[in-house]
């Protein structure tokens, strides 16, 4: 299945029905009076997160969301039925942005959650509705309102409990295939990893989703390389895992690299909780290994694990590491709001 994580959709709600202008005709009946019916209102679309998807790739060949319009009135007060409505289904994570791509109009990070986009014009009002002592015999019918035009992009944003940075060849796609089942694409060049790649990992009792995104170069945030535009994939996650290329000719510099394209792409982003690791480190021997470690943990601040994606060294220390971050989090998302019993936070 093809990855796509932007589309551009074209929606348009339903237009309301038209009243009617009728009046009650029946034999031996004098005076029957006016009897049209009000119209029906027109549908709406509406976007539903839904499980089971996690591409919009179906977007790509259908771009049009357009809901039924209100059926009219009819005679004898008999009201038009309702507009079918028109439901955009998308995975979990999407966000639906204006035409600009400047707003976010909604956010859907739940199974099952639901947003009006826009709604169906409501019926016109037959004659019967404008019966009254002083007018008898209206001849009046409104005809029903317009739906609402609109173009919106909807652009996917995994969710994901740890989301995987570096540069390319860093080894992100070799760790993910290592602790999870998935398959990612594994070749000794660079920009290997084209779209993010999920792995649930299980340990302890407990899982956790990794997302890998495809590597940063610098002035990615200037559309060099394959861009910093997949680095929204990693914005939901409560925790960053930085891999460092041990076996590069200076893992500082790229450690600052990819710092600096953070920081560039949004400081949220750069300020999130990060755990640095050096890895490869099956390829090197013991001294070069300490050293480079050292001075990767004077730039980082902190202390940087040596880790091997392929011979697992130090790997399931470091995922119980990014499993109590994890388990942090959900327990600050899970926490009710103050005064209440039980409330959803997004994260």
Partial sequence: MKFLDLAKIYARSGRGGHGCLSFRREKYIEFGGPDGGNGGRGGDVIVEAVPGLNTLVDFRFMQHAKAANGRPGEGRGRTGANGKHAVIRVPVGTEVLDEAREY??????EVGQRVVLAEGGDGGHGNAHFKSSTNRAPRRADEGQPGLELTLWLRLKLIADV???????????TFLAAVSRAHPKIADYPFTTLHPNLGVVYLDGEEMV???IPGLIEGAHEGA???????????RCPVLLHLIDGTAE???????????????????????PEIVALNKVDALDPETR?????????????????ISGIARTGVDDMLRRLGEVVRADRALVDAPLEGEDSAWQPR
């Fill in 210 to 212: 990794v997302a890998d």
């Fill in 250 to 272: 200076d893992p500082v510099v790229a450690y600052e690299t990819v710092r600096a394209e953070l920081e560039a792409y949004d400081g949220a982003l750069a300020d999130k």
């Fill in 163 to 173: 989301g995987l940075v570096g540069l390319p060849n860093a080894g992100k796609s």
């Fill in 104 to 109: 976010v109009l909604a956010d859907l990070t």
């Fill in 225 to 235: 390389g394959l861009g910093d535009r997949f680095l929204g994939h990693v914005e």
């Fill in 290 to 306: 300490e050293a480079r470690r050292r001075a990767l943990a004077r730039a980082v601040g902190g202390e940087v694990q040596a």
